[in-house]
Structures are given as structure tokens and as C-alpha cells.
């Protein structure tokens, strides 16, 4: 058990003094930024609308012909 704790200390040592110091951030920042950068709502992507369009106008032909068909017709792809 002395030598593997030993080993890793020699393990940790050698991360810390090969990795650069910027590496280290804030974690809990880092995944907020993150977030807020791929956020649809912030930035809205120009795809987004016309998905959005396409969808309501396979909803309206859906409602037209049932909802069974559309169902089948979205679990047979």
C-alpha cells in the first residue's frame, strides 16, 4: 500500500509540474460559460426557425390526416 501511494504521489508530482497552470479553472465556471455559449436561446441559430416551421407544418398535415398516421409515420422511420 506504501508503494502505490508513493507511486501516485510521484504521479500527481509530474502532472503538476508538466501541466500548465492555466489549465485550471473554476469548474462550475467553466461549465456555465459553457453553457451560456451553446445556449439555443441566446443564440438563436437560423436553423432553429425553419426546423421550428417545418415542424408546424408537418403538425397542421398531421392534424389534417390523424394522429395515428402521423405516429406510424414517425415510428416507421
Given at each position: 500500500?506504501?508503494?502505490?501511494?508513493?507511486?501516485?504521489?510521484?504521479?500527481?508530482?509530474?502532472?503538476?509540474?508538466?501541466?500548465?497552470r492555466a489549465?485550471?479553472?473554476?469548474?462550475?465556471?467553466?461549465?456555465?460559460?459553457?453553457?451560456?455559449?451553446?445556449?439555443?436561446?441566446?443564440?438563436?441559430?437560423?436553423?432553429?426557425?425553419?426546423?421550428?416551421?417545418?415542424?408546424?407544418?408537418?403538425r397542421?398535415?398531421?392534424?389534417?390526416?390523424?394522429?395515428?398516421?402521423?405516429?406510424?409515420?414517425?415510428?416507421?422511420?
Open positions: 500500500a506504501k508503494r502505490l501511494r508513493l507511486s501516485t504521489a510521484k504521479v500527481a508530482a509530474h502532472f503538476q509540474a508538466t501541466q500548465p489549465v485550471k479553472v473554476n469548474r462550475f465556471q467553466s461549465t456555465q460559460s459553457a453553457s451560456a455559449k451553446y445556449s439555443p436561446n441566446l443564440h438563436p441559430s437560423p436553423l432553429r426557425g425553419e426546423l421550428q416551421r417545418n415542424y408546424r407544418k408537418l397542421a398535415a398531421a392534424d389534417s390526416v390523424g394522429e395515428d398516421f402521423f405516429d406510424s409515420a414517425l415510428s416507421a422511420t
